[in-house]
């Protein structure tokens, strides 16, 4: 009887990589043409791959730590200001009291909590 091979342990084959979606959503996000919400409403779309760019709607903002207001970034994600609130919106968020100068907002990707400013969120809710 011949001599029995060695059997080689099975592994998981290496990722693919990213799709081709999330390729040209990355480039797009380059370009400043999407944010990070995913389900932007102004970036291009498959109804609309070719949007109407005006200035003000292209505008990203992040989002800032709540022990410091205004300032710095609390995460890499980058938001329009109507996606942020429409996000907001849906999570049940809402910015009511407008005597405050912040209004508190989840990032609606990796749920840190933070503020942007109420102009920020104002800009946001016209631009609905």
Aim: glycine fraction near 10%; aromatic fraction near 4%.
């Amino acid at each position: 009887m011949p001599p029995r091979r060695e059997r080689k342990t099975w592994t998981l084959p290496a990722a693919p990589g990213p799709s081709l979606r999330q390729r040209v959503e990355q480039k797009e996000r380059e370009a400043g043409l999407r944010c990070y919400d995913p389900s932007c409403g102004i970036g291009p779309s498959d109804e609309e791959p070719i949007p109407e760019i005006l200035g003000q709607s292209m505008k990203q903002l992040s989002i800032h730590p709540l022990s410091h207001p205004g300032e710095g970034s609390l995460c890499a994600h980058t938001f329009h200001p109507a996606c942020l609130v429409s996000a907001e919106r849906v999570a049940g968020w809402g910015g009511e009291d407008n005597a405050k100068p912040h209004v508190e907002v989840s990032c609606p990707v990796c749920r840190d909590l933070g503020s942007v400013t109420r102009k920020e969120w104002d800009e946001g809710v016209l631009a609905l």
